[in-house]
T-cell receptor
Framework: GESVGLHLPTLSVQEGDNSIINCAYSNSASDYFIWYKQESGKGPQFIIDIRSNMDKRQGQRVTVLLNKTVKHLSLQIAATQPGDSAVYFC???????????FGRGTSLIVHP | DAGITQSPRHKVTETGTPVTLRCHQTENHRYMYWYRQDPGHGLRLIHYSYGVKDTDKGEVSDGYSVSRSKTEDFLLTLESATSSQTSVYFC??????????????FGPGTRLTVT
């Protein structure tokens, strides 16, 4: 079947580089944001989240930055590895809603 | 990994036949969701459940119905499958949000082909 990564913006990087994946979210009332990673043939997997009262949150090799002024979210991956190759989605939740809005995703390709 | 399974994982069916997909969780999470994923469209919500026997429609619910008779099981039924329902279907679960977190955990997906 056709890959979920087709028709998506693509970011190609070399192994060891830092990657930055961007997401413009839609609703200024959104107060909770999540990044998901989806490898080929698998379901999306939670990576990291951030609340709207924060500007930055760090995890293991990943950092999420939130700019509420311009409704922009970014995911930074340090020392990108071939295993990071996947589609990355952002999602936003509004005020306790259990129904997130998903972005279209970005396909990250890491070249050895 | 969260305990979510989907069955079947692959299915080929003919137009006009009924199809039921099953999602089973072992996490005792309150919320369960069915999404479809198609190239160029991302994840689109079909139906969701906020408790046993409590369900609601998502953005692409036409042609689909759901049932949840137990906390752990959420069934998606295509009453009369059409070729436009060829897709990959994902089940997801999430907690009650008491911690202020609403992340979802996804199953492995079911690839459905309607011929």
């Amino acid at each position: 079947g056709e890959s979920v990564g087709l028709h998506l913006p693509t970011l190609s990087v070399q192994e060891g580089d830092n990657s930055i994946i961007n997401c413009a979210y839609s609703n200024s009332a959104s107060d909770y944001f999540i990044w998901y990673k989806q490898e080929s043939g698998k379901g999306p997997q939670f990576i990291i989240d951030i609340r709207s009262n924060m500007d930055k949150r760090q995890g293991q090799r990943v950092t999420v930055l939130l700019n509420k002024t311009v409704k922009h979210l970014s995911l930074q991956i340090a020392a990108t590895q071939p295993g990071d190759s996947a589609v990355y989605f952002c999602a936003e939740n509004i005020g306790g809603s259990y129904i997130p809005t998903f972005g279209r995703g970005t396909s990250l390709i890491v070249h050895p | 990994d969260a305990g979510i399974t989907q069955s079947p994982r692959h299915k080929v069916t003919e137009t006009g036949t009924p199809v039921t997909l099953r999602c089973h969780q072992t996490e005792n999470h309150r919320y369960m969701y069915w999404y479809r994923q198609d190239p160029g469209h991302g994840l689109r919500l079909i139906h969701y459940s906020y408790g046993v026997k409590d369900t609601d429609k998502g953005e692409v619910s036409d042609g689909y119905s759901v049932s949840r008779s137990k906390t752990e099981d959420f069934l998606l039924t295509l009453e009369s499958a059409t070729s436009s329902q060829t897709s990959v279907y994902f089940c997801a679960i999430s907690e009650s949000g008491a911690s202020g977190r609403y992340e979802q955990y996804f199953g492995p997906g079911t690839r459905l082909t309607v011929t």
